[in-house]
């Protein structure tokens, strides 16, 4: 269940990291478009525009998607995983009972612990997967409080 979470999750990593990037590329486009909104009327250019904006656009929606898809897939397979692992040993608890080695109230016991198992492993693997997304997002930030200024005032400059 862990190594499959954070495969899985790890794998993820690439879709959110794209989901960003082209989530900023399409914000700046419009915010470009926008403030230059004189510009482009000038040159008859609204058509270009919005069909940049467009193929941005629907290039982020791919991403998005690939992201919600592979997040399916995260459920699925802990859901899976968790289904399997308790039916083998409902099962072999249920044998047990058949051999006289256990009673009812241990099958009860072992479902009801079962269960109770699974609401932290669900709760720490969405932290884990929170945790990792807050990552690729603090790796854009960081990225963008790195990029230099393409004008620099000389050291010397006066202030006014």
Same mark, same amino acid.
């Given at each position: 269940y862990v190594g499959?979470?954070?495969?899985?999750?790890?794998?993820?990593?690439?879709?959110?990291?794209?989901?960003?990037?082209?989530?900023?590329?399409?914000?700046?486009?419009?915010?470009?478009?926008?403030?230059?909104?004189?510009?482009?009327?000038?040159?008859?250019?609204?058509?270009?525009?919005?069909?940049?904006?467009? /193929?941005?656009?629907?290039?982020?929606?791919? /991403? *998005?998607?690939?992201?919600? /898809?592979?997040?399916?897939?995260?459920?699925?397979?802990?859901?899976?995983?968790?289904?399997?692992?308790?039916?083998?040993?409902?099962?072999?608890? *249920?044998?047990?009972?058949m051999a006289g080695n256990a009673t009812i109230g241990d099958l009860v016991l072992v479902n009801g612990l079962l269960f109770q198992l699974s609401v932290p492993l669900n709760f720490i693997g969405g932290v884990y997967r929170e945790v990792q997304q807050a990552f690729v997002d603090m790796e854009a930030m960081f990225g963008l409080r790195d990029t230099k200024p393409a004008i620099v005032d000389p050291p010397n400059a006066v202030e006014y």
């Open positions: 499959y979470t954070i495969g899985i999750t790890q794998w993820r990593t690439k879709f959110r990291k794209d989901m960003n990037r082209l989530n900023n590329e399409a914000s700046g486009k419009i915010s470009d478009s926008l403030l230059n909104y004189e510009t482009v009327k000038y040159f008859n250019n609204e058509r270009h525009e919005g069909e940049t904006y467009e /193929s941005t656009l629907s290039k982020y929606q791919t /991403s *998005a998607l690939q992201a919600q /898809s592979s997040l399916a897939l995260l459920n699925f397979g802990q859901s899976a995983i968790f289904t399997v692992g308790l039916t083998t040993i409902m099962y072999l608890t *249920a044998k047990d009972v």
